[in-house]
């Protein structure tokens, strides 16, 4: 990507065939999309990109297995569409971007031969749905063999588990690679340019969208033949902007998160507890060197702030203990997050839980305005597909097959499991390190480890002990448009969603770099590192944690200096 200047004078005051607002998953899709297939294409997003939503999901690629015993069950067609779709979408999101993705198995223990029968003959159903596009055969497997696979399994009446495949995904690095490729393929995209109102031709159309960028509050406009929005829990919001008198169709859905320490549960292969106390599913997820558990379903407003709370906490713990030998404890909790599903609900009574995952596009025909809602991480790329399919015939164009198929993400190509065993040949840096650089930028980790030939101080870690280093914070700055230290240490390095207290204790370094590379001044950089570490201690107070202490912290000053 450019510079935040270079993009700003790129945007501003200029025409675009295409202006998507919002830079989430689906936002940066729609982009992409438009930008190959050759028009000239904007993306806003008010926060970051992968700011809200899309970097909080359960990172696992999925057509859905609770869906499809919904859909059966309710003779739900709209239910059925979504698994069999993403069943699909699944293989084409593990080909995009291999450096971010992987396959996965996925284990649900049995304790009971009819349990073993009622899940066999489901996830058969569910590998048949997936025909040409299956990953793998779901088979039962042995009491011995799931033990062997999940040691620290509950062992009492166990029979067995159904195992199935599925993928695994870094979903904040996938939206970035998406916004990579779509600045690599001509786009303009800018991070922190809130959208604050709309311009209308003669005939009441949208030919202008008026911004500020939050960073320096600077105002700008922006024209454009079609406008998108894809604004994911604030949909409504753009909507009103451009009708007001269109009703409000949203309804989001709080999904939480926990991690915990990879040793409570080691397993190669991910967890799934079929029937909660509230008859969803929880998964449990080895996910880089921790164990992820998830989710939760809890209705909120786009007002609302999202975090782990102590219920969210509790509930989790409850229906995961129930399947280990021995109980994950609240004080094991090492980070946690929580976001907002944006559903589309007809019906205003009908419960979150109730509400298919399903995606709508909608054309109002009074402003132009094309807003794509709900939907889900897995099939985002066919809804930006269809998406500028409405964009193309909007515009009067022919409408061409989406070149995003099969197109490598940046980072992606000619990528191989190996790569990290050739940096660290040529740099000398660790095994965990190249592991970590090879996870995050894939072969864009090159780029990142160049910049510690220049200055080798570059190449010691943010903290520590730890595998990120200095480089991956100057490389964000200056090509992955991150503007504050939540930008770097949340969704470009992973180090929040790691351990809340790593996280405040990388700060003051990642600080200074930033400082370095943002001019920011000695007091701006103070309260930045301020604001990050109340933010965080406030998200550990949330989940019924002990904030990090003042020595944890200057811990981790004395490493900056």
């Known amino acids: ?65 609770r869906y499809l015993e919904e859909a059966i069950k309710d003779v739900d067609p709209k239910e059925y569409h979504v698994v069999v779709r993403a069943l699909h979408e699944r293989v084409r999101m593990l080909n995009n971007a ?22 066999d003959i489901g996830l058969k159903i569910y590998d048949w749905l997936a025909g040409s596009a299956r990953i793998a055969p779901s088979k039962y497997v042995s009491r011995e063999e799931t033990l062997e696979r999940m ?40 991070n922190y340019a809130c959208v604050t109102s709309f311009s209308r031709d003669l005939a009441g159309h949208l030919s202008a969208a008026t911004a500020t960028d939050q960073l320096s509050d600077q105002q700008f406009s922006v024209q454009a033949k079609i406008f998108v929005n894809a604004t994911g ?18 309804r989001l859905s709080k999904g939480a998160h926990i991690l915990l320490p990879l040793e409570i549960f080691p397993s190669p292969d991910a967890l799934l507890i079929p029937k909660t106390d509230d008859g969803r599913v929880l998964f449990a997820v080895p996910w880089n060197g921790r164990l992820l558990v998830g989710t939760t379903e809890e209705e909120v407003s786009p007002e609302d702030e999202f975090f782990v709370t102590k219920q969210d906490v509790e509930f989790m ?27 589309v609900s007809a019906e205003a009574g009908q419960s979150t839980q109730k509400i298919a995952r399903d995606d709508v596009i909608e054309i109002d025909q009074a402003s132009g305005l094309i807003s794509i809602m709900g939907g889900k991480w897995t099939t985002h790329r066919a809804m930006a597909e269809d998406t500028i399919n409405a ?8 409408v061409v097959e989406s070149p995003t198929r099969s197109h490598v993400l940046y980072g992606g190509e000619g990528y191989s499991s190996e790569l990290w065993e050739t940096l660290k040949g ?15 930028f894939g072969t864009a980790a090159w780029k990142v480890l160049e910049l510690t030939r220049d200055n080798p101080e570059l190449n010691a870690p943010i903290l520590a002990g730890s595998p990120p280093i200095q480089a991956e914070v100057v490389y964000c700055v200056r090509a992955e448009l991150a503007a504050t230290l939540e930008d770097v240490l949340a969704r470009r390095l992973g180090v929040q969603f790691y351990s809340w207290r790593d996280a405040i204790r990388s700060a003051p370094a990642v600080a200074s770099l930033m400082a370095q590379e943002l001019g920011w001044s000695s007091e701006y950089t103070a309260s930045e590192v301020a604001k990050y570490t109340s933010k965080i201690n406030h998200y550990l107070q949330e989940a019924g944690l002990e904030p990090e202490t003042a020595s944890g912290a200057a811990a981790g000053k004395a490493s900056a200096d």
């Open 1 to 65: 990507m450019k510079n935040r200047h270079e993009e700003l004078q790129d945007i501003a005051g200029k025409s675009f065939d295409v202006c998507v607002i919002g830079g989430g998953a689906t936002g940066a899709g729609c982009a992409l999309d438009a930008q190959l297939r050759g028009l000239r294409t904007v993306m806003l997003d008010a926060g970051d990109f992968a700011g809200a939503t899309s970097s909080a999901a359960t990172k696992i690629i999925h057509g859905g297995v």
């Open 151 to 190: 040691p620290k399994l509950k062992r009492e009446g166990l029979i067995g588990a159904v195992v199935y495949a599925d993928g695994q995904f870094d979903d904040a690095r996938y939206n970035l690679a998406l916004a990579q490729t779509f600045s690599q393929s001509g786009g303009s995209a800018l």
């Open 233 to 250: 829990p604030f949909t409504d919001a753009v909507r009103l902007m451009a009708n007001a008198a269109m009703p409000k169709r949203m």
């Open 391 to 398: 964009v193309q015939k909007a515009l009067g164009v022919a």
């Open 98 to 119: 291999p450096h971010l993705t992987r396959q996965l198995q996925f284990m649900v223990p049995s304790f009971s031969w009819l349990n073993v029968a009622y899940l």
């Open 426 to 440: 040529v740099y000398e840096i660790s095994g965990e390190t190249a592991h970590h650089l090879s996870a995050k």
């Open 317 to 343: 713990l409850k229906q995961l203990n129930k399947y280990l030998e021995h109980p994950a404890k609240p004080s094991d909790i090492v980070s946690g997050y929580a976001g907002a599903r944006p559903l």
